[in-house]
């Protein structure tokens, strides 16, 4: 079955820096992979949605990329904020394509002052 | 600017007993879903709904879950005889389409449930 590496341990940056979160999978190579946000007690926040025939996908200040050689997508934040600080939770869909959606334990980032 | 509401926010209730939690998708969304996060766990998922019927589950999407459209506007999970284990986030979500083609999720806010 399909297994979803995320940086278990919390990312802790400088504001402004960049964040770079990892997501990582085992198996089959999904369609299309996407990134939500959570916060504590919070349902988790649609992001970006990258295709497999697509390299980057930007939205703002938010870059992802879609490895499917490596099996590896990068999540990008530049120039971060306080206001960044959650969990982020990559998603990736499984065969059928009906957004039965796995989920990895997502990275926690904390943006510090 | 829309978004999937649900109900109750908090339920607690003893072992064996019925819940059933409530929806309200998105107006124009097709594609339902309920997902469930135990607590400092994996959001997972339950089950998928489309055209008045299942098109999806997941393991844990046993005899004792079963979802529903009762209107135009609802969406409810229900539980017979809850366990323990039942404690947990629950999450539904709705989507205008499926797959690759806009298929993001909205997410509500939750329900946690909590069995005594």
């Known amino acids: 079955s399909q297994k979803i590496e995320q940086n278990s341990e919390a990312l802790n940056i400088q504001e402004g820096k960049t964040a770079t979160l990892t997501c990582n999978y085992t198996?089959?190579?999904?369609?299309?992979l996407q990134w939500y946000r959570q916060d504590p007690g919070r349902g988790p926040v649609f992001l970006l949605l990258i295709r497999e025939n697509e390299k980057e996908k930007r939205k703002e200040r938010l870059k992802v990329t879609f490895d499917t050689t490596l099996k590896q997508s990068l999540f990008h934040i530049t120039a971060s904020q306080p206001a960044d600080s959650a969990t982020y939770l990559c998603a990736l869909d499984s065969p059928g394509g009906y957004n039965k959606l796995i989920f990895g334990a997502g990275t926690r980032l904390a943006v510090h002052p | 600017e829309p978004e999937v509401t649900q109900t109750p926010s908090h339920q607690v209730t003893q072992m064996g007993q019925e819940v059933i939690l409530r929806c309200v998708p998105i107006?124009?969304?097709?594609?339902f879903y309920w997902y469930r996060q135990i607590l400092g766990q994996k959001v997972e998922f339950l089950v998928s709904?489309?055209?008045?019927?299942?098109?999806?589950k997941s393991e844990i999407f046993d005899d004792q879950f079963s979802v529903e459209r009762p209107d135009g506007s609802n969406f409810t999970l229900k539980i017979r005889s809850t366990k323990l284990e039942d404690s947990a986030m629950y999450f539904c979500?709705?989507?205008?389409?499926?797959?690759?083609?806009?298929?993001?999720?909205?997410f509500g806010e939750g329900s946690r449930l909590t069995v005594l």
């Open positions: 107006s124009n969304h097709l594609y």
């Open positions: 709904f489309y055209n008045n019927e299942i098109s999806e």
């Open positions: 198996n089959y190579s999904p369609a299309y």
């Open positions: 979500a709705s989507s205008e389409n499926r797959g690759a083609n806009t298929g993001e999720l909205f």
